[in-house]
Nanobody, 124 residues
Framework: EVQLVESGGGEVQAGGSLRLSCAASGFTFDDYAIGWFRQAPGKEREGVSCFSPIFGRTDYADSVKGRFTMSSDNAKNMVYLEMNNLQPEDTAIYYC?????????????????WGRGIQVTVSS
């Protein structure tokens, strides 16, 4: 059974930092593209960052470039999202997702497996 479980969310003040973790199991971690997405109230789910094993690169949304960093520990099947200089507009539920085809796009519909999500709240 494929599982993705997020942790590390919470509430911080503007300018603060959080590190999200995603524990993956039930699939060959190295073959999947992994993406971080977020969804704010009343808004569509949007891609934050994604890693593609096919292209060997990590892409970021313009809104988080320079502030967020995605990394992984393949030996532990863990993916991380380091978020710095958080702003109120970063407030959302954050999800990690797996794409079996490995392309790693920012389109949520391309992903096959999803975690339940975790709340990140940034106060001003």
């Amino acid at each position: 059974e494929v599982q993705l479980v997020e942790s590390g969310g919470g509430e911080v003040q503007a300018g603060g930092s959080l590190r999200l973790s995603c524990a993956a199991s039930g699939f060959t971690f190295d073959d999947y593209a992994i993406g971080w997405f977020r969804q704010a109230p009343g808004k569509e789910r949007e891609g934050v960052s994604c890693f593609s094993p096919i292209f060997g690169r990590t892409d970021y949304a313009d809104s988080v470039k320079g502030r967020f960093t995605m990394s992984s520990d393949n030996a532990k099947n863990m993916v991380y999202l380091e978020m710095n200089n958080l702003q109120p507009e970063d407030t959302a539920i954050y999800y990690c997702a797996g794409d079996a085809e490995g392309f790693g796009t920012s389109d949520p519909s391309e992903y096959d497996y999803w975690g339940r999500g975790i709340q990140v709240t940034v106060s001003s």
